[in-house]
């Protein structure tokens, strides 16, 4: 855990200064966003855009951003999008955001597991999913270019994803599988880079 801080702080110091709250254009002074507006990176968490997998950045103007990710996860391959509106014009600023994921399922294939409660079998097969997810976090584009994002939230699960095919989970067994496959808490960081624009990559 202190290599992985280490290996953040090493990136922020050379990526450029992360307290300047924008970039020198000619004699006008643009926030970071402006000049950079497309990124991408690498994605992991919990009912988060992708699971695991790629997710893109762009920033409509300096306090709008869409993402976009696809990934693997526990309900299957993720695709996803979302919008977020960033409070400042700083390096790093808090965010609210809204996304849509959905998640293949397990393609019409049955999973077995075994209910630890009871010892049998249960066979259930994993059907498409789609969330709303709702996020409050953290985002940091640095002149430089480096990216950083986290946030936290909660995924609500628009339809039931669970058909079981033999067996019936007991109580715990079936909360458990709530928890693995519906509704629940977001955690999520995001690592990345964001490019510099074409146009502003000279100074007038």
Same mark, same amino acid.
């Given at each position: 855990?202190?290599?992985?801080?280490?290996?953040?702080?090493?990136? %922020?110091?050379?990526?450029?200064?992360?307290?300047?709250?924008?970039?020198?254009?000619?004699?006008?002074?643009?926030?970071?966003?402006?000049?950079?507006?497309?990124? @991408?990176?690498?994605?992991?968490?919990?009912?988060?855009?992708?699971?695991?997998?790629?997710?893109?950045?762009?920033?409509? @103007?300096?306090?709008?951003?869409? #993402?976009?990710?696809?990934? @693997?996860?526990?309900? /299957?391959?993720?695709? &996803?999008?979302?919008?977020?509106?960033? *409070?400042?014009?700083?390096?790093?600023?808090?965010? +609210? /955001?809204?996304?849509?994921?959905?998640?293949?399922?397990?393609? #019409?294939? +049955?999973?077995?597991?075994?209910?630890?409660?009871?010892?049998?079998?249960?066979?259930?097969?994993?059907?498409?999913?789609?969330? %709303?997810?709702?996020?409050?976090? /953290? #985002?940091?584009?640095?002149?430089?270019?480096?990216?950083?994002?986290?946030?936290?939230?909660?995924?609500?699960?628009?339809?039931?994803?669970?058909?079981?095919?033999? /067996?019936?989970?007991?109580?715990?067994?079936?909360?458990?599988?709530?928890? +693995?496959?519906? &509704?629940?808490?977001?955690?999520?960081?995001?690592?990345?880079?964001?490019?510099?624009?074409?146009?502003?990559?000279?100074? *007038?």
């Amino acid at each position: 855990m202190n290599r992985f801080f280490l290996f953040i702080l090493f990136i %922020l110091l050379f990526s450029g200064p992360v307290s300047a709250q924008v970039k020198k254009f000619g004699e006008l002074e643009l926030p970071v966003r402006m000049t950079r507006t497309l990124g @991408i990176n690498g994605n992991i968490g919990w009912n988060s855009l992708t699971g695991f997998g790629i997710g893109m950045q762009y920033y409509v @103007i300096p306090k709008v951003a869409l #993402d976009g990710g696809v990934g @693997i996860s526990s309900t /299957g391959y993720k695709f &996803s999008i979302r919008g977020r509106y960033i *409070f400042l014009k700083k390096n790093f600023s808090p965010f +609210a /955001g809204t996304g849509f994921i959905y998640s293949t399922g397990s393609f #019409d294939r +049955a999973v077995t597991i075994e209910d630890v409660n009871t010892g049998h079998d249960i066979t259930f097969k994993l059907l498409p999913s789609r969330f %709303l997810q709702f996020v409050v976090g /953290g #985002d940091l584009v640095t002149n430089g270019g480096f990216f950083l994002m986290f946030d936290l939230g909660y995924a609500y699960l628009l339809n039931d994803n669970i058909v079981i095919v033999s /067996g019936t989970p007991s109580q715990d067994m079936d909360r458990v599988m709530r928890i +693995a496959y519906g &509704s629940g808490i977001v955690f999520e960081v995001s690592i990345g880079y964001i490019f510099k624009n074409k146009g502003f990559r000279s100074r *007038f």
